[in-house]
């Protein structure tokens, strides 16, 4: 099976950054794409942003410009580099990703558990 770990939340101060890490293990042929959600106390889950093979990237207008989604292929990881934070960026940050297990078999979402980043001074 596939297996999503988040890394890299935190505590930072407004205008501060951070770097999440999503590490994709188990059985892979091929990440279609990755994508960053994250989800506030009392709110619906929400995409930051999505990287699709070949390198389209899609981010929310409430990030863009200062978040950057990135990826280490041969690492089957994806970063989102979170840059001039501010506090409505707070929330439990979720890695999703599309992937292929096999050549016989259709992709599969795959979610991690969630990394918490808070921005407060």
């Known amino acids: 099976q596939v297996q999503l770990q988040e890394s890299g939340g935190g505590l930072v101060q407004p205008g501060g950054s951070l770097r999440l890490s999503c590490v994709a293990s188990?059985?892979?042929?091929?990440?279609?794409?990755m994508a960053w959600y994250r989800q506030a106390p009392g709110t619906q889950r929400e995409l930051v942003a999505r990287?699709?093979?070949?390198?389209?990237?899609y981010y929310a207008d409430s990030v863009k410009g200062r978040f950057t989604i990135s990826r280490d292929d041969a690492k089957n990881t994806v970063y989102l580099q979170m840059n001039s934070m501010k506090p409505e960026d707070t929330a439990v940050y979720f890695c999703?990703?599309?992937?292929?297990?096999?050549?016989?078999?259709?992709?599969?979402?795959?979610w991690g558990q969630g990394t918490q980043v808070t921005v407060s001074s």
């Open positions: 990287l699709i093979r070949g390198g389209s990237a």
């Open positions: 999703n990703a599309d992937i292929l297990p096999a050549w016989y078999t259709p992709p599969v979402g795959h």
């Open positions: 188990g059985s892979i042929v091929r990440i279609n794409a």
